[in-house]
């Protein structure tokens, strides 16, 4: 069964960094595009970064280019998001998904993490 575990989010202040980790276990993640996605109290949720299976590729979305950085260690079977310059408006659980194309589509990944919280206080 295909398991992906989000680690990494707490509460920061703006201006503030945070790394997120997307750890896989019951498979092996080289094979998978990993997404990045988020989902704010009201909102929809929203394609953050995307990461193709051999780190090639990657896309951000607007609202964080710049400011936040996905990266693969596949030795490690893990996903990372650096995420830098945070704002009050990057609060939302965030969630990573596996797939096999590397998009900010939700549709596109099949199998999704349980979720960490980020909070980014004014």
């Known amino acids: 069964q295909l398991q992906l575990v989000e680690s990494g989010g707490t509460l920061v202040q703006s201006g503030g960094s945070l790394r997120l980790s997307c750890a896989a276990s019951?498979?092996?993640?080289?094979?998978?595009?990993i997404g990045w996605f988020r989902q704010a109290p009201g909102k929809e949720r929203e394609g953050v970064s995307c990461i193709s299976s051999g780190g090639s590729t990657t896309n951000y979305a607007d609202s964080v280019k710049g400011r936040f950085t996905i990266s693969r260690d596949n030795a490690k079977n893990t996903v990372y998001l650096q995420m830098n310059s945070l704002k009050p408006e990057d609060t939302a659980v965030y969630y990573c998904?596996?797939?096999?194309?590397?998009?900010?589509?939700?549709?596109?990944?099949?199998?999704w993490g349980q979720g960490t919280q980020v909070t980014v206080s004014s």
């Open positions: 019951g498979f092996t993640l080289d094979y998978y595009a």
């Open positions: 998904a596996a797939g096999h194309i590397a998009t900010l589509m939700s549709g596109d990944f099949g199998s």
